[in-house]
């Protein structure tokens, strides 16, 4: 299959594919010599189409490039313990976001309860916002999970 081909199998644009190319992550087949069908263009197999859809679910489950890559070299030498430490980092940087992202929730429900409350005065979403703004240029007058939440 042609290189056009290959993106539409992968769900990913021609662009994409060189990319990853140029990273090392996808081969780049040999142009074949000469006229005819073939026409010197490069060709793509059920190989290349594997490989690129294990780069994009390992990107969907949030590993980087480089680390698909290292991932891509650990399955070549078979090394499951070596997957396996990579997989546990992962697992440890989506526990931090979704930590992360909890606070933010909480204090979001918190201040979407406050806002509710009908008080006078500026509505405490925007406050916290404003608040935000300002503690970020003094690191003062917020708490660190509302700091965490807007910035």
């Given amino acids: 299959m042609t290189i056009g081909a290959l993106a539409k199998a992968g769900g990913v644009g021609v662009e994409t594919v060189r990319y990853y190319q140029r990273r090392g992550l996808l081969g780049l087949p040999e142009r074949p010599a000469g006229g005819g069908s073939s026409g010197g263009i ?21 590993f980087t490039l480089d680390q698909i890559g290292e991932l891509l070299a650990l399955d ?53 916002f404003k608040d935000a703004d300002q503690s970020a240029k003094s690191s003062t007058g917020v708490s660190s999970s509302l700091r965490t939440a807007w910035t």
């Fill in 42 to 62: 490069r060709r793509y197999g059920a190989d290349d189409v594997r490989r690129l859809r294990f780069i994009r679910s390992a990107q969907a489950a949030g």
């Fill in 76 to 128: 070549a030498a078979n090394d499951r313990a070596g997957v396996r430490r990579l997989a546990s980092a992962r697992v440890a940087a989506l526990d931090e976001q979704i930590a992360g992202l909890t606070a933010a929730r909480d204090a979001l429900s918190a201040l979407a309860d406050a806002c509710g409350s009908g008080g006078v005065g500026p509505c405490p979403i925007l406050a916290a």
